[in-house]
């Protein structure tokens, strides 16, 4: 039977975070990728590129919202990880 219990280190913690916040991160940039085509996708429906049209489609206001908000969330979880101090 396998140990289940491994004694937490800070290495091994700083190591897990790093990790948990790389596959965030990576998770997010999806989630982007998808905001982005469906944006364009709305757009395409309607007809109507311009911000300030007035006929600009409330979907695809709502969802560029959206994807500022991740972009805004990765760029936190970066600057978290690069200064968070490295374990030796």
């Known amino acids: 039977m396998a140990n289940s219990y491994l004694p937490e280190t800070p290495r091994g913690t700083a190591a897990t975070k ?5 596959t965030l991160t990576g998770d997010l940039s999806r ?5 982005t085509a469906d ?13 300030r049209d007035p006929a600009y489609p409330v979907l695809a206001r709502s969802l560029r919202a959206r994807r500022e908000n991740i972009v805004a969330t990765i760029a936190s979880l970066e600057a978290l990880t690069r200064s968070a101090p490295k374990a030796a």
Do not use: H, K
């Open 18 to 22: 790093r990790l948990q916040i790389a």
């Open 39 to 51: 944006i364009e996708r709305e757009e395409e429906r309607v007809g109507v590129r311009d911000l």
């Open 31 to 35: 989630s982007m990728d998808l905001l």
